[in-house]
């Protein structure tokens, strides 16, 4: 009867679990798109001359007189020209690279700006990827959770669900797993996609010179992201359970009472007892991905605020069942 009432979910709201999610599947082809296309093509370097008059000639650029060079600097000229407008900088690295014990291949490596630095990593690239996808999916999540039990009740459906022989707590259930493991797994998969494209394009062609270094690993790379998605379904749990109770119990404007309770009860906390425990609770509640040095994570929390977490989400889920019940 459960997969029976997860599947009511997708079929009703197919907006969220398949045109929002192919929506977004071909907006994150845009960068792989742009990457393919050669941005620096809209790249110049010189000089430009604005003339906003029909006869105007236009001036020369301004020569800017070079230092002479050296003595011991002559043998990395140029042949063939004078030697204080021809400085040849490569030359320069080149040795001075050599001098200081480097081959010539981490040299040329170096010179064409490809670096090996996490943050520049194609990992990197994949991870910032998917981190849009995961906003995006909590924004619709919440909105979701919000509106699942409120819907019913303001058209009157929930006079039809409550007539049939289907226990209160697998609906609500339902409405809990649908958008907070089903969607956030459907979001997952758009993105793998436009991922694996992007990845593909900025190392076959790094025409923006982003120095992207050829390390994917994307099994190591979907692991990672599915820690993540694990984890903040698990930290996140309660506040997917507080909208549930919300939307059960509000008449009117359920996003109003799920911010307006919360920030009353911080304030009673803090000017009677001097504490900010249910705002730093919200935060521990809300999505907390840490994002550095091409890798995406979620930080450790404290075992307190995991039983804490856990305790609401049943209180929560318990009250929300209970309302539902007694709606009519």
């Known amino acids: 009867m459960l997969m029976t009432l997860i599947k009511r979910e997708v079929w009703e709201r197919r907006v969220e679990f398949l045109w929002v999610p192919l929506v977004l599947l071909l907006l994150g082809l845009l960068p792989s798109v742009f990457v393919m296309t050669g941005l620096d093509d809209f790249n110049f370097d010189g000089t430009v001359v604005i003339d906003l008059s029909d006869d105007a000639e236009v001036p020369a650029p301004p020569q800017i007189p070079q230092p002479p060079v050296p003595a011991e600097e002559a043998l990395t000229l140029t042949p063939n020209a004078p030697a204080a407008f021809n400085w040849d900088f490569h030359q320069q690295w080149l040795q001075a690279g050599e001098a200081a014990g480097l081959n010539e291949h981490t040299l040329e ?175 521990w509640t809300l999505p907390n991905v840490e994002f550095a040095d091409g890798h995406v994570f979620v930080p450790p929390q404290p075992w307190w605020t995991w039983l804490t977490g856990a305790v609401l989400s049943a209180a929560c889920f318990i009250g929300a069942v209970y309302f539902r019940r007694r709606s009519y």
């Open 109 to 283: 490596q170096l010179d064409g700006g490809v670096v090996t630095d996490d943050d520049s990593s194609l990992n990197g690239a994949s991870h910032t990827l998917f981190i849009v996808y995961y906003v995006i999916w909590f924004l619709v999540a919440y909105l979701y959770l919000l509106d699942g039990l409120y819907r019913e009740r303001r058209d009157r459906s929930l006079l039809f669900w409550q007539s049939m022989p289907v226990p209160e707590w697998q609906v609500v259930l339902a409405k809990l797993l649908a958008p907070w493991v089903l969607l956030v797994c459907v979001y997952w998969l758009a993105s793998w996609i436009p991922q694996w494209l992007l990845v593909a394009t900025l190392d076959a062609n790094d025409t923006l010179g982003l120095g992207t270094a050829g390390d994917y690993q994307p099994l190591a790379t979907l692991w990672a992201q599915g820690k993540v998605v694990a984890a903040v379904m698990l930290s996140s749990l309660p506040l997917a359970c507080w909208l549930l109770l919300v939307s059960s119990r509000a008449t009117k404007l359920p996003l109003l009472w799920a911010l307006l309770i919360p920030a009353a009860l911080e304030a009673i906390f803090f000017w009677l007892l001097g504490l900010g425990s249910v705002l730093e609770f919200i935060r």
